[in-house]
């Protein structure tokens, strides 16, 4: 989620990822939903843990940035884990 930094740590991610979470099992009947999050954006992985979700894994040097590399934080939750 990107915004303005006086809403960081607001709740404001967990409460939209809550929300995207319900319609995507009750609504659309999706099944799994997965998602990823640069491993230095803390915050934003932790929303996704807040909302119910589970570090399922990390990819090494996935994303190019600032002349290096970052790993990437895979999450995922089930609709049984729901």
Do not use: P
């Not at 999050?37 to 843990?49: L, Q």
């Not at 399922?56 to 590399?69: A, V």
């Amino acid at each position: 989620m990107i915004g303005e930094k006086d809403c960081w740590g607001q709740g404001y991610a967990t409460e939209a990822i809550g929300g995207l979470t319900e319609y995507a099992f009750n609504v659309i009947g999706l099944n799994r939903i997965g998602a990823g999050a640069y491993a230095s954006n803390i915050g934003s992985y932790r929303a996704f843990e807040k909302a119910g979700y589970h570090v399922e894994g990390k990819l090494l040097s996935y994303w190019k940035s600032d002349g290096g590399y970052e790993d990437e934080i895979l999450v995922g939750i089930v609709r049984d884990q729901h």
